[in-house]
């Protein structure tokens, strides 16, 4: 018997209820939610006798403010970049606060979910366990006149700058040095009156001062910086893959295909073909795949790693640019064929995955990693 589930999410926010559609669908009671905003506030009863989904806290602005505003100050609004060191501290605070009240049974852990939403540690994680990873340049990045010095020992020329605890491709920059050290700077990142705010348009800075000034704004909340990998192709534009594993499984695939670096369905990226892109692999398919699962096994307590895979060009081998632990927002897309998952959302294959977890045991073969089960989640009481 399936124990009641609660959502840690924002009321009404299509993940919270895209969850709660898919329980309906598997004949599961209703899920309750407990609101971020109750959590963040200090103003909530844990629920105790059930399993407590963590879902993501974003897309909320009076979470947001409350997470970010104290770091911005009165200068604060939504769409600032900046603030998202004290952003990943306060999620990671209020997570861990409710891993130790007693009673309460997460979904997922939040030491992992730290880890997974620290871009330099989960690269460090990865290429410790030998899952291929872009060359990072390691150490603390205190701005751009420093950044520009270590690239150049390093012989980097092209590279991604990411906040360290960004998401959605929020303050990246694809940063590319000409022969005669010009820059071109790629992001979606609108510089005003010295202060970042997102857009949905994706900008292209020419001038130093304007990119050092991004940087250099960028810099206190933590850098990651790694060395930009030249992308497989999908109808003359750049393409990576977004693989959901549940459970160990690799279940769902979105190709992701853009004419600019960063391939965000938000920033004018679109899905594009899997059959298309299985063809172009061939028999390198299962090997991206493989890939996606080896990342997410690094994670044995998250029933769902979203794991974006990036296949160098000619589809033959692949790297993982990142970890996302929610990653699977992804509506109206059903699991891979064949696969435990086929027919149902990324919802609820990780449903089947705890009410079913033997159709997500391999019958033959080796598993690229330990897949978790209902045994392996986070339980805290006393």
Not at 354 to 362: E, G, I, N, V
Request: proline share 8%; glycine share 12%; hydrophobic share 45%.
């Amino acid at each position: 018997m399936t124990p009641q589930l609660t959502v840690l999410g924002n009321p009404g926010h299509r993940r919270v209820t895209l969850f709660a559609a898919a329980a309906r669908a598997a004949g599961l009671p209703e899920p309750a939610v407990l609101p971020w905003l109750d959590v963040l506030r200090g103003q909530y009863r844990p629920p105790t006798g059930g399993l407590l989904r963590i879902e993501s806290p974003g897309e909320d602005a009076r979470v947001d403010e409350l997470l970010r505003g104290p770091a911005l100050g009165p200068s604060y609004a939504p769409t600032r970049v900046e603030g998202t060191a004290a952003w990943y501290a306060g999620v990671l605070a209020a997570l861990r606060g409710l891993a130790a009240r007693p009673g309460v049974r997460l979904l997922g852990d939040p030491e992992e979910i730290g880890v997974m939403f620290d871009k330099r540690r989960s690269h460090a994680l990865l290429a410790a366990a030998g899952v291929p990873v872009p060359r990072a340049l390691g150490g603390e990045v205190t701005g751009w006149e420093q950044l520009r010095g270590r690239l150049a020992e390093a012989g980097l020329h092209r590279i991604f700058v990411k906040p360290a605890h960004g998401s959605s491709a929020s303050g990246v920059l694809a940063l590319e040095f000409g022969p005669r050290g010009q820059v071109l700077a790629t992001t979606s990142v609108e510089l005003a009156d010295g202060r970042l705010h997102n857009s949905l348009r994706v900008r292209r800075y020419r001038d130093e001062a304007e990119v050092a000034a991004i940087v250099d704004r960028l810099a206190p909340d933590g850098l990651h910086v790694e060395q930009w990998i030249p992308k497989a192709s999908q109808s003359g534009r750049s393409a990576d893959l977004r693989v959901v594993v549940v459970a160990g499984r690799a279940t769902h695939v979105v190709v992701r295909t853009s004419a600019q670096p960063m391939t965000n369905l938000h920033l004018g990226g679109a899905r594009g073909s899997v059959d298309l892109a299985r063809e172009a692999a061939g028999a390198a398919w299962p090997v991206l795949l493989e890939t996606a699962e080896r990342a997410a096994a690094c994670f044995p307590r998250a029933p769902m790693v979203g794991v974006d895979v990036l296949p160098a060009a000619g589809w033959r081998r692949a790297l993982v640019g990142e970890v996302n632990a929610f990653g699977d927002l992804l509506p109206n897309l059903t699991g891979l064929s064949g696969g435990p998952a086929e027919g149902l959302d990324t919802y609820g294959a990780q449903l089947a995955a705890l009410t079913r977890p033997a159709a997500f045991t391999r019958s033959t073969g080796g598993a690229p990693g330990p897949a978790p089960t209902t045994h392996q989640m986070t339980e805290h009481a006393p």
